[in-house]
């Protein structure tokens, strides 16, 4: 027996697909962008807020808010998170949520263990995350970005001035960083609660 849906679905939708802009950023904005970190002092990477055990994240953060110097780069950041969310997801979308993430995982082994970006709290309405690549793939080894949807692990471009969204649900990682420094930039952008 066929049935009808009750809403009309959309097949072309792939809830658990990630999107990649290739180089999106140029030499001259990533060092731009390093030198606008140092305006911002460094901390230790938390979870919710909140210390946290070194075997599931350890690296160092810098809060780069929203200013006259950080301007552009937001507007960017949304701008291509609009036109990746219109390409892949069609999630219902309202802001930018948090202030951007500066990262850099050093290589003693920094990483960020399985984890997923929403959450209980603050963290409930994100429905995209961005990742941007600062480094170039030769200025480090491990520190590979990994997605995991459903029994399959996928290693993401390295390439630098890439940028990568993901819905925020998704299981992802960074795996230690051996030798280097990895840089990238970290936000998310959400919605009203999936219901």
């Known amino acids: 027996m066929e049935t009808a849906p009750i809403f009309p679905s959309n097949d072309e939708i792939n809830q658990i697909?990630?999107?990649?802009?290739?180089?999106?950023?140029?030499?001259?904005?990533?060092?731009?962008?390093?030198?606008?970190?140092?305006l911002y002092p460094p901390e230790k990477?938390?979870?919710?807020?909140?210390?946290?055990e070194t075997e599931i994240r350890n690296s160092e953060i810098h809060w780069l808010k929203y200013d006259d110097n950080t301007k552009w780069l937001y507007d960017?950041?949304?701008?291509?998170?609009?036109l990746g969310n219109k390409e892949k997801w069609n999630f219902s979308l309202h802001s930018i949520l948090d202030t951007i993430q500066y990262t850099k995982y050093y290589d003693?082994?920094?990483?960020?263990?399985?984890?997923?970006?929403?959450?209980?709290?603050?963290?409930?309405?994100?429905k995209v995350s961005i990742t941007v690549q600062l480094s170039d793939p030769d200025e480090y080894?491990?520190?590979?970005?990994?997605?995991?949807?459903?029994?399959?692990?996928e290693t993401l471009p390295k390439t630098k001035g890439t940028v990568l969204l993901f819905p925020s649900y998704?299981?992802?990682?960074?795996?230690?960083?051996?030798?280097?420094?990895?840089?990238?930039?970290?936000?998310?952008?959400g919605g009203h609660p999936f219901i």
Request: proline share 2%; hydrophobic share 40%; glycine share 12%.
């Open 141 to 153: 080894e491990g520190g590979d970005f990994q997605i995991m949807r459903g029994p399959r692990i």
């Open 17 to 38: 697909e990630h999107h990649v802009f290739f180089e999106e950023f140029s030499e001259e904005e990533i060092m731009w962008i390093n030198n606008l970190s140092k």
């Open 45 to 52: 990477a938390q979870i919710g807020g909140a210390d946290i």
């Open 108 to 126: 003693s082994g920094n990483h960020y263990d399985w984890h997923l970006d929403l959450g209980l709290g603050s963290t409930n309405g994100r």
């Open 76 to 82: 960017k950041l949304a701008r291509l998170v609009m």
């Open 170 to 189: 998704l299981l992802h990682r960074v795996t230690p960083v051996t030798k280097g420094i990895r840089k990238t930039l970290v936000l998310w952008v």
